[in-house]
């Protein structure tokens, strides 16, 4: 079987691993972003650590890449990343690709997340498959029949930038009430701020801890994250039909708190496509679901 060089680069960590044809992790080495330290020494830790898995006996066919957006599938090069601020105009293939001599796969992080949950989560889906993370960003990846959508010239659809309420407050992609404005992890936080400008800071899953314990303002603030997360499900629904949503990142630990309201939401706007039929669950991956995609994307444009 076919193992690949997979590489998860995180604003905070970035995680490299042996992954085989069949989803089974055989090495994993980790090490902290360090961004400051700029782009050409975080691929020298890279190709590091590749090599040190490759020393334990795990021959890659090539190395497969999942990094935080915007940047282009096709030439591999960085774009402005707001967690990898000096890393603009770095090359991810072509720097890999001579550090290790393979042939190099590059996929925007949440794209290859949506790979990964399509080809090795739970409930697998070769459908029209939608997966979304919300944590402190909210973003997301299309998949039809297995392979990604792409947009003009390679671009990843920005699915945490759809406007549900454009009296909303500002976002730093230009729109007013985004969806990622409303509904991340720091939208909740902030919130909450706004409503006891005098308490200290909450992060979200401390408001979810909170509700549970029947806090009353945790509880409306917990409320309306779920009725922001179904707003912007039932859009996906209604526009993509989709067979199956996976929901991950951290937010969705809580999910249980938030999908009643969500699931009401969809059921109540989503009138027009059988919207019943689409199946909504919990990502399952976890952590390795970049890790995981990075792989298949590998494997997707060289296997046959
Ligand atoms: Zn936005």
Same mark, same amino acid.
């Given at each position: 079987m076919i193992t690949v060089g997979s590489v998860d680069i995180g604003g /905070?960590?970035?995680?490299v691993g042996a992954v085989?044809?069949?989803g089974a992790i055989l090495a994993r080495h980790e090490c902290k972003t360090e961004p400051e330290k700029g782009f050409?020494?975080?691929m020298q830790r890279i190709i590091e650590m590749l090599r040190a898995i490759s020393a334990e006996g795990l021959q890659f066919k090539g190395i497969g890449v999942g990094c935080p957006g915007p940047l282009s599938?096709? /030439?591999g090069v960085i774009e402005e990343v707001g967690t990898l601020p000096s890393w603009q105009g770095g090359n991810l293939l072509v720097e890999l690709e001579a550090g290790m001599n393979?042939?190099?796969v590059v996929e925007n992080d949440a794209d290859a997340a949506a790979l990964g949950e399509a080809r090795w989560g739970s409930d697998a889906s070769d459908g029209t498959f939608i997966y979304v993370t919300i944590s402190t960003g909210i973003g997301g990846g299309i998949l039809f029949g297995g392979h990604l959508y792409r947009g003009v010239d390679g671009a990843h659809p920005e699915i945490g930038h759809q406007v549900l309420d454009d009296s909303g407050r500002p976002c730093y992609c230009g729109a007013r009430g985004c969806w990622e404005s409303l509904a991340s992890g720091p939208a909740m936080t902030r919130w909450m701020r706004e409503q006891q400008p005098d308490a200290p800071?909450?992060?979200a899953s401390e408001i979810c801890e909170a509700a549970k314990l029947g806090d009353v303002l945790a509880?409306?603030?917990?409320e309306r994250e779920g009725y922001y997360?179904?707003?912007g499900l039932a859009n996906l629904i209604t526009i993509f039909a989709p067979d199956k949503i996976a929901l991950g990142g951290g937010i969705m630990k809580s999910g249980p708190l938030f999908m009643d309201i969500a699931r009401q939401v969809i059921r109540d706007i989503c009138t027009q496509v059988p919207s019943k039929k689409t199946r909504i669950a919990s990502a399952s991956l976890g952590q390795d679901s970049v890790l995981l995609g990075a792989a298949q994307a590998w494997l997707l444009r060289h296997k046959r």
């Open positions: /905070t960590k970035i995680a085989r044809e069949d050409h020494n975080a599938p096709t /030439t393979l042939p190099v800071n909450a992060t509880i409306r603030c917990v997360i179904g707003l």
